[in-house]
């Protein structure tokens, strides 16, 4: 079991910058991947960014180059820098981790961004 509790959501201007945070508990030593999703209303939620154990990231083309994900595995803990914001980027933010062998997929509760004048 896994539990993921991410903090750092908030209102924000268009431009402005904000990071996310998404600390792991449980069985986290078989974590394979951390990621961030969103979930704008209407929409089916998508995937943000994620991150390997190894480091290696990938990021959806929409924020590619404004967004970045990075990893403290002494704090167990997965980090999403948000900068250069505008409002297509308003959504409920959702941690996510993977576990390959099991194939299991673990959530977190969710944070508001929402990017308004």
């Known amino acids: 079991q896994v539990r993921l509790v991410e903090s750092g959501g908030g209102l924000v201007p268009p431009g402005g910058s904000l990071r996310l945070s998404c600390e792991a508990s449980g069985n986290i030593f078989r974590i394979n991947t951390l990621a961030w999703y969103r979930q704008a209303p209407g929409q089916e939620r998508e995937l943000v960014a994620v991150?390997?154990?190894?480091?290696?990231?990938h990021y959806a083309g929409s924020v590619k180059g404004r967004f970045n994900i990075s990893r403290d595995s002494a704090k167990n803990t997965v980090y999403l820098q948000m900068n250069s914001l505008n409002s297509g980027d308003t959504a409920v933010y959702y941690c996510?981790?993977?576990?390959?062998?099991?194939?299991?997929?673990?959530w977190g509760q969710g944070t508001q961004v929402t990017v308004s004048s």
């Open positions: 991150i390997t154990t190894g480091g290696r990231s």
């Open positions: 996510n981790a993977f576990i390959m062998n099991t194939g299991m997929m673990y």
